[in-house]
Nanobody, 115 residues
């Protein structure tokens, strides 16, 4: 499966962005999907995941601010980001996986939160 992220950009603190991850080559319905991020000089970290049945999990720093969702009909996963903070600045990556079997990454989209 090929993953292409979009929706990143420059936003002021307190603002919102919605990231999209469009998949091709295979249906995402069989994959657990996730968003990860990597800030300069730091390791890639989990942001949010969503199971094939729609169950979600969030990293503590984004709980209550970010929402992950999936539209299997559109083969797309979303990350709605509200109340953005400067520490949310990072490259955001989309992930599709079948645990122990398959693991795919997108190329990433830059999110910069700055005044």
């Amino acid at each position: 499966v090929q993953l292409v992220e979009s929706g990143g950009g420059l936003v002021q603190p307190g603002g919102s962005l919605r990231l999209s991850c469009a998949a091709s080559g295979s249906s995402i319905s069989v994959y657990a999907m996730g968003w990860y991020r990597q800030a300069p000089g730091k390791q890639r970290e989990l942001v949010a995941t969503i199971t094939t049945r729609g169950g979600t999990n969030y990293a503590d720093p984004v709980k209550g601010r970010f929402t992950i969702s999936r539209d299997n009909a559109k083969n797309t996963v979303y990350l709605q980001m509200n109340s953005l903070k400067p520490e949310d600045t990072a490259v955001y990556y989309c992930n599709a996986r079948i645990p122990g079997l398959l693991n795919y990454w997108g190329q990433g989209t830059q999110v910069t939160v700055s005044s």
